[in-house]
T-cell receptor
């Protein structure tokens, strides 16, 4: 059984397009996250979200928006894609204080 | 603000030997958590080990142990009896206090470990 799943695994798109990445966790966790891993492998938090609170990293452009239809899902919507958005995006989830479980990642390439 | 520093971009170790991956951190919070993750070439992030700031003993998980020196603000990962499958990128990460919205992880820049036969 997959704990944290993401779709799609690969996403290739043109500059200026709008795209979404979906994330689902079946672990019953209360908090979900989006991280971005750049070409130098550096990982940085973009958003963390539970049913009470959305925490946004202030460096994230407002073209990026998380959308949570329910506690098990946290999707990432990106408007007007730019070349610099090319990266691997990881979804993760956790319970309070415990380790975070990561999804397999979505490799986004903007042409 | 939290900061994690990994000063070893790359490390080599012979199969069956032990290796230590360095990690230092900086935070003003009295309560925090330290994590190590492994990222093989396939790209997934695999949780290895966790140390809480108030834990009295160093964490161990199989061949992994965390050498936690609070006064020095270091949380080094020790891998004993290295195996070829240990070749991967290793990330040290920190989480803030659990009772705030700062549960997200701050990551170091990673250490690429190569195990040689």
């Amino acid at each position: 059984d997959t704990a944290v799943s993401q779709t799609p695994k690969y996403l290739v798109t043109q500059m200026g397009n709008d795209k979404s990445i979906k994330c689902e966790q079946n672990l019953g966790h209360d908090t979900m996250y989006w991280y971005k891993q750049d070409s130098k492998k550096f990982l940085k938090i973009m958003f963390s979200y539970n049913n009470k609170e959305l925490i946004i990293n202030e460096t994230v452009p407002n073209r990026f928006s998380p959308k949570s239809p329910d506690k098990a899902h946290l999707n990432l919507h990106i408007n007007s894609l730019e070349l610099g958005d090319s990266a691997v995006y990881f979804c993760a989830s956790s319970l309070i204080g415990e380790e975070q479980f990561f999804g397999p990642g979505t490799r986004l390439t903007v042409l | 603000a939290q900061k994690i520093t990994q000063t070893q971009p790359g490390m080599f170790v012979q199969e069956k030997e032990a290796v230590t991956l360095d990690c230092t951190y900086d935070t003003s919070d009295p309560s925090y958590g330290l994590f190590w993750y492994k990222q093989p070439s396939s790209g997934e992030m695999i949780f290895l080990i966790y140390q809480g700031s108030y834990d009295q003993q160093n964490a161990t998980e199989g061949r992994y142990s965390l050498n936690f020196q609070k006064a020095r603000k270091s949380a080094n990962l020790v891998i004993s009896a290295s195996q070829l499958g240990d070749s991967a990128m290793y990330f040290c990460a920190m989480r803030g206090p659990m009772d705030t919205g700062r549960r997200a992880l701050t990551f170091g820049s990673g250490t690429r470990l190569q195990v040689q036969p």
